[in-house]
């Protein structure tokens, strides 16, 4: 008898948890088969509820990422200022990382090891978080902020600044360097300095010319 819409999803998440906590438990990847097997389902209902791996990847990944999903669009729902609301942005993404990596490191490095080989089943997710920051760059740019700048390029100067807050790798390997304060004075300074303009009160900022 098919499944409901509403029970397959419910089946795809159970699954999907179950992957992941296959994962912590035996600290390795878990393959296609290995979860088939232990699903406890037959071939022909886990084949319908994950046709292969990359549906099994994306319904892990959905469940892993969930929370992050979750504190940008709280975020973005807030009446906060444009700088508060991309230091929260940035700041809650970042403070769920380092728990579940202070939590279990070893499970947290698998999983990003997993992202890695996997990414352009993540993609979708970075272009998502991109999209939301791009609000918050337009209305900070309603207040002033980034003048003379594009979004597309406002977007890529900030994602190199932040990017070991948002980069879960980095957590692996400087971990003791990252902080909340310091998270916040890069917010700061993003928004005291980021301009494309080369003069007033942001002349210092693109003053330095790349050889050629």
């Not at 200022?81 to 929260?88: G, L, Q, S």
Request: glycine residues 6%.
């Amino acid at each position: 008898m098919p499944l409901s819409e509403e029970k397959k999803q419910d089946e795809r998440k159970r699954i999907a948890q179950m992957v992941l906590d296959l994962v912590q438990s035996r600290g390795a990847e878990i393959s296609y088969p290995m979860a088939l097997a232990e699903s406890g389902l037959s071939r022909s209902r886990f084949e319908d509820l994950f046709p292969d791996f990359d549906e099994l990847f994306d319904a892990v990944a959905q469940i892993w990422l969930a929370a992050h999903m979750k504190a940008m669009e709280e975020v973005l729902g807030t009446d906060l200022p444009p700088n508060r609301k991309m230091y929260e942005f940035f700041r809650r993404r970042y403070v769920i990382s380092r728990e579940r990596f202070e939590q279990d490191p070893a499970t947290f490095r698998l999983i990003c090891e997993m992202g890695a080989a996997n990414f352009e089943r993540v993609r979708s997710y970075v272009d998502l978080a991109d999209h939301y920051l791009c609000e918050i760059i337009v209305e900070a740019q309603a207040d002033g902020y980034f003048a003379g700048l594009e979004i597309d390029a406002a977007l890529s100067l900030i994602n190199q600044m932040v990017s070991p807050y948002t980069m879960p790798d980095s957590l692996i390997y400087i971990s003791p360097k990252l902080s909340e304060e310091k998270l916040a004075r890069i917010i700061d300074t993003i928004f005291s300095g980021l301009s494309g303009e080369a003069d007033g009160a942001s002349g210092g900022v693109n003053t330095i010319r790349i050889a050629s």
